[in-house]
């Protein structure tokens, strides 16, 4: 096999990698706590819509929750018990929110039902059927994202994929999920690419690896020595944070550069993250649908880190109580890594499918917000930045309330979030708070226009409308006043011989055609309001 | 457990504003050592001046700004802006001179703008520029590099002489002090004399003036430094010193009785200390990867036709802030091409 050209992308941090606190030992199956709480939304799209009731007894692998349209993804019991209830609780979110959870109390029997025929031979299954099992498996991507996994294999019609990308590159420091289930499930991961490749007709699989991560290269490697499948190249990438953007690793890859409104399907390409490959290995070929993930638990503030196989549900403290607990002076926690991830406030937050690591901070690791400087405009952000935008320009508009100039002018939309720019910020401006601010600022005034024109639009209509039916009386009215003049002048045709006929007539006349004309404008009217308003 | 919920990312900062002065600071020193062991102690007495002036300055702008003292006298933007003002100054000024020119620059060059990061102009250059317009006589009275002049002063009678403009017994001003080779240069070519026999003047050498291009290679050095410690980024003066020379080495080869090398120019006056300490100070200047180049270019030029063509001997503090009123309008014009965006969409 000839060495792969990689590319480098602009800009790029190395942050202290941390990744040896928990990626040592070997994933270890967290003992199933007295309680589960299961949030129905834990993907992007709509929320999940229960169909068990409270009091009922499910099963392993039992569906708990219907996915609601098709960008949404169903929820399945990681263990038998009893459903106890279906309310409101804290669940993983920047803004401490809370949202509706199944809460099921685990009996200990583990009993489990056969959710789907498991298809080994997956090479002989129609390529719908297996997206369809993906569905019905509740799999989302694994890395994060969480966006349901089918919708992304439909692909883009008319645009054929070639290459199946399994991005392994874990480029957040502390988290090591990702590396031990490459070690230890190297093969799961292959052959959920070779699923992949089949369902999308993809020639070639591209698995992009950090390469501080050597022993999960060299179990990836060995796989795919083992499945004897050509089509497999594991490629060892520079540790750059964060190359595990996928646009990002597609340019390491192949050099190309794939901007923010092209998807990458649109370029032949579909990502997954490697777990999510296991995951779909796991849902075709043993017929499970996904209820437990590997989730790294380090940092500073734990006395045990590692990683664990755990059910959906379980909560971060019992989670922490099996990695032994905090250390004294423990002072942070974060969902997901340092770099991208955010700070709970509590950690009865339940574990979801986007949750790849809690991160536990002592104080020392934990710094408080230093008091920002005013920005000198040193470009530190501008060489971090990792799709080459202007952070600093960014910062001027968005503090100016400038969100025209920030969206239009210096492309605000295109960040994505890395976390560079405030990490190497010698004023220590939090800059990302404030683009995710700047965001949300021109979401929120997006939707109230949209409420504004819906309204006038409403109000205009119901002008329209009393118009129009005033315009209608008013025909009517003019119609029926012509018939009785028409009966009038009628009427006195007997009586009085004075009114000579000729004129009778134009009379007559004159009336119907000014209640057809009336008639007609009336129509008319009515029916070019109506079409401007389709 | 409950924790309080902070800002990403959560890692601690490795950076810092005053981290970045010290290093501007640092790479100020061989520049600053060639030019006190050439001119004098005059040099270290500009600094001390400004340096202390401007900290008193700072300190009562933030205090009528209602602003927190530490953070911002500690930042070292102050000492960077002091420093640089103190070396553009003639050595042996009158004590007033730096102290004027170091609070003119930070009253309304900075404060009045809004403080550290919101300046329009860089403060050094306007108080440079404001003394160099309203005192030109103590302005161009510089004094004669070390194997040139016929006597030097100490410490101590620099400092008398800087205080109370008395001179030891036996030591005329004549003798210490003289044009500047980019001043002789201007003069003898208003003149009509020809750039060769112009050379054979007692300050210049074979490179440029003498001691002012070891002083040009000291800002070299240090300028090279930053670049290496990526304080700085190589386009403003890359950019800057490429279009200089180019059109210095133009004209030269066009017509060398009445252009001086571009070597010369190069390794005289300001151009050095400009390329790599002034024009790339972050806050005035263009920001855009694309802007700095047209940033730095246009200062390249600038620079060459005040020296050429205006009446000043030397013309960076101007280019510099002639380019400053530019920048915002290069930066509206170079913006961020996004990662995989096409140049027209």
């Given at each position: 096999m000839s060495e792969r050209i990689l590319y480098r992308f602009p800009g790029g941090f190395h942050p202290e990698q941390h990744k040896n606190e928990s990626n040592a030992k070997p994933i270890r199956r967290a003992a199933m706590p007295a309680q589960l709480v299961i949030p129905l939304k834990q993907h992007i799209g709509a929320t999940a819509e229960a169909v068990v009731n409270v009091g009922e007894r499910v099963l392993r692998n039992q569906r708990l929750a219907k996915a609601d349209g098709y960008v949404s993804a169903p929820i399945h019991a990681p263990t038998s018990g009893l459903v106890r209830a279906i309310e409101e609780h804290d669940v993983p979110h920047p803004s401490g929110l809370r949202a509706a959870c199944i809460v099921l109390e685990p009996d200990g029997l583990d009993e489990a039902l056969q959710a789907f025929e498991p298809w080994p031979d997956f090479g002989e299954i129609a390529p719908l059927l297996l997206r369809e099992r993906v569905r019905e498996a509740g799999i989302v991507g694994l890395g994060g994202a969480v966006f349901p996994s089918a919708v992304k294999l439909a692909g883009t019609p008319g645009t054929a994929i070639h290459t199946v990308l399994l991005n392994g590159a874990?480029?957040?420091?502390?988290?090591?999920?990702?590396?031990?289930?490459?070690?230890?499930?190297?093969?799961?991961?292959?052959?959920?690419?070779?699923?992949?490749?089949?369902?999308?007709?993809?020639?070639?699989?591209?698995?992009?690896?950090?390469?501080?991560?050597?022993?999960?290269?060299?179990?990836?490697?060995?796989?795919?020595?083992?499945?004897?499948?050509?089509?497999?190249?594991?490629?060892?990438?520079?540790?750059?944070?964060?190359?595990?953007?996928?646009?990002?690793?597609?340019?390491?890859?192949?050099?190309?550069?794939?901007?923010?409104?092209?998807?990458?399907?649109?370029?032949?390409?579909?990502?997954?993250?490697?777990?999510?490959?296991?995951?779909?290995?796991?849902?075709?070929?043993?017929?499970?649908?996904?209820?437990?993930?590997?989730?790294?638990?380090?940092?500073?503030?734990?006395?045990?880190?590692?990683?664990?196989?755990?059910?959906?549900?379980?909560?971060?403290?019992?989670?922490?109580?099996?990695?032994?607990?905090?250390?004294?002076?423990?002072?942070?926690?974060?969902?997901?890594?340092?770099?991208?991830?955010?700070?709970?406030?509590?950690?009865?937050?339940?574990?979801?499918?986007?949750?790849?690591?809690?991160?536990?901070?002592?104080?020392?690791?934990?710094?408080?917000?230093?008091?920002?400087?005013?920005?000198?405009?040193?470009?530190?952000?501008?060489?971090?930045?990792?799709?080459?935008?202007?952070?600093?320009?960014?910062?001027?508009?968005?503090?100016?309330?400038?969100?025209?100039?920030?969206?239009?002018?210096?492309?605000?939309?295109?960040?994505?979030?890395?976390?560079?720019?405030?990490?190497?910020?010698?004023?220590?401006?939090?800059?990302?708070?404030?683009?995710?601010?700047?965001?949300?600022?021109?979401?929120?005034?997006?939707?109230?226009?949209?409420?504004?024109?819906?309204?006038?639009?409403?109000?205009?209509?119901?002008?329209?409308?009393?118009?129009?039916?005033?315009?209608?009386?008013?025909?009517?009215?003019?119609?029926?006043?012509?018939?009785?003049?028409?009966?009038?002048?009628?009427?006195?045709?007997?009586?009085?011989?004075?009114?000579?006929?000729?004129?009778?007539?134009?009379?007559?006349?004159?009336?119907?055609?000014?209640?057809?004309?009336?008639?007609?404008?009336?129509?008319?009217?009515?029916?070019?309001?109506?079409?401007?308003?389709? | 457990m409950r924790f309080p919920t902070l800002a990403s990312p959560h890692i601690a900062p490795n950076n810092d504003v005053s981290r970045l002065m010290k290093q501007v600071l640092l790479a100020l020193i061989p520049g600053t050592l060639a030019a006190i062991y050439f001119f004098g102690w005059g040099v270290l007495l500009n600094i001390l001046l400004t340096v202390a002036a401007g900290l008193l300055t700072e300190a009562v702008m933030l205090a009528l700004r209602h602003r927190p003292l530490k953070p911002f006298l500690s930042d070292g933007s102050v000492l960077v802006t002091a420093w640089l003002l103190a070396v553009c100054l003639p050595p042996l000024a009158p004590w007033w001179l730096p102290v004027v020119g170091i609070s003119f620059a930070l009253v309304f060059a900075k404060h009045l703008y809004g403080g550290l990061g919101y300046n329009l102009f860089n403060p050094a250059m306007v108080g440079y520029a404001v003394l160099l317009v309203s005192f030109p006589k103590e302005m161009t009275q510089w004094g004669l590099p070390q194997g040139v002049a016929a006597q030097a002063l100490g410490f101590v009678d620099s400092a008398m002489y800087v205080f109370s403009g008395h001179l030891p017994a036996g030591v005329a001003w004549d003798g210490l002090s003289g044009a500047t080779p980019l001043n002789v240069y201007k003069t003898d070519l208003g003149q009509g004399a020809a750039w060769s026999s112009i050379q054979q003047h007692s300050v210049f050498s074979s490179l440029g003036g003498v001691g002012w291009e070891w002083v040009a290679l000291g800002w070299l050095l240090g300028g090279v430094w930053m670049l290496w410690q990526r304080v700085i980024t190589w386009r403003i003066p890359v950019s800057m010193l490429l279009s200089f020379t180019l059109l210095t080495l133009a004209f030269y080869l066009y017509d060398p009785t009445h252009f001086a090398s571009p070597l010369f120019h190069l390794l005289s006056g300001g151009a050095m200390l400009g390329a790599f300490f002034i024009a790339t100070d972050p806050v005035s200047s263009a920001t855009t990867a694309r802007g700095q180049l047209i940033y730095g270019a246009g200062i390249g030029v600038l620079v060459f036709v005040i020296r050429g063509f205006a009446g000043f001997p030397d013309g960076v503090a101007f280019a510099v802030l002639l380019m400053n009123i530019a920048a915002p309008l290069i930066d509206h014009y170079t913006p961020a091409r996004p990662f995989g965006r096409k140049k027209h969409e």
């Open positions: 874990e480029c957040e420091p502390y988290i090591s999920c990702d590396d031990r289930v490459m070690r230890e499930r190297a093969e799961e991961v292959l052959r959920g690419g070779q699923i992949l490749m089949h369902v999308v007709g993809a020639g070639k699989c591209l698995v992009g690896v950090e390469d501080n991560k050597p022993e999960a290269i060299a179990a990836l490697r060995a796989a795919a020595l083992k499945l004897a499948d050509p089509r497999f190249e594991i490629v060892a990438i520079p540790t750059i944070y964060p190359s595990g953007a996928e646009k990002l690793l597609i340019h390491v890859l192949t050099g190309q550069k794939i901007s923010r409104e092209t998807r990458v399907t649109e370029r032949g390409f579909l990502g997954n993250n490697v777990a999510t490959a296991a995951a779909i290995y796991r849902a075709v070929v043993l017929g499970e649908p996904l209820t437990r993930r590997v989730v790294t638990l380090t940092g500073s503030g734990l006395n045990a880190p590692g990683n664990w196989d755990a059910p959906l549900g379980m909560l971060a403290s019992d989670l922490i109580a099996q990695a032994g607990g905090y250390q004294p002076d423990v002072a942070r926690l974060v969902f997901g890594g340092p770099m991208g991830g955010f700070a709970l406030a509590s950690d009865e937050v339940p574990l979801t499918k986007a949750a790849n690591c809690f991160l536990v901070l002592a104080a020392p690791d934990a710094p408080v917000e230093p008091l920002p400087m005013p920005c000198i405009r040193c470009g530190k952000c501008a060489e971090g930045c990792p799709v080459e935008l202007q952070p600093q320009q960014m910062l001027w508009d968005a503090r100016a309330g400038d969100f025209e100039r920030a969206e239009k002018q210096d492309s605000l939309f295109e960040c994505i979030e890395c976390g560079i720019c405030s990490a190497v910020c010698p004023s220590h401006i939090p800059l990302v708070q404030y683009f995710r601010y700047a965001k949300t600022e021109i979401w929120q005034r997006e939707r109230e226009h949209e409420k504004s024109s819906v309204a006038r639009d409403r109000f205009e209509f119901r002008n329209t409308r009393i118009e129009r039916d005033k315009q209608e009386r008013e025909a009517m009215l003019a119609q029926k006043r012509a018939q009785l003049a028409a009966q009038k002048a009628a009427e006195p045709v007997a009586a009085e011989a004075a009114v000579d006929d000729k004129q009778r007539a134009i009379l007559d006349a004159m009336a119907r055609a000014k209640a057809r004309k009336e008639a007609l404008q009336a129509e008319k009217t009515a029916a070019s309001e109506d079409a401007a308003h389709e | -």
